[in-house]
């Protein structure tokens, strides 16, 4: 099991831009998938973004693709949203995610990621 550690969410105006950071820790030296889900108020959680285990390859959701970007830095156990152009419709609650029982290198389904984080709240106002 990993532990992992959102932070860097707040309130921010249209337009804004936001990093969010998830730190991983419980599996040194192990990496794994990884990605990113939000959830707005009365919504089902979505997918966002997600990133193999050495951060080459990403993949990204039609809403988010050409504003957000996933990356990670493995030797500090940690991964990143960066999320630019944002709308208030980003306003959402947002979760890491690890897939440690992984068999492809890219997740983009809720069940396929074994571990969460607690989430860190985005809001946008307009």
């Known amino acids: 099991q990993v532990q992992l550690s959102e932070s860097g969410g707040g309130l921010v105006q249209a337009g804004g831009s936001l990093r969010l950071s998830c730190a991983v820790s419980?599996?040194?030296?192990?990496?794994?998938?990884m990605g990113w889900f939000r959830q707005a108020p009365g919504k089902e959680r979505a997918f966002v973004a997600g990133i193999n285990w050495s951060g080459g390859s990403t993949v990204y959701a039609d809403s988010v693709k050409g504003r957000f970007t996933i990356s990670r830095d493995n030797a500090k156990n940690t991964v990143y949203l960066q999320m630019n152009s944002l709308t208030p419709e980003d306003t959402a609650i947002y979760y890491c995610?690890?897939?440690?029982?992984?068999?492809?290198?890219?997740?983009?389904?809720?069940?396929?990621?074994?571990?969460w984080g607690q989430g860190t709240q985005v809001t946008v106002s307009s």
């Open positions: 995610a690890a897939a440690r029982s992984y068999t492809t290198p890219l997740y983009t389904r809720a069940h396929d990621y074994t571990d």
């Open positions: 419980g599996r040194s030296g192990v990496f794994f998938p």
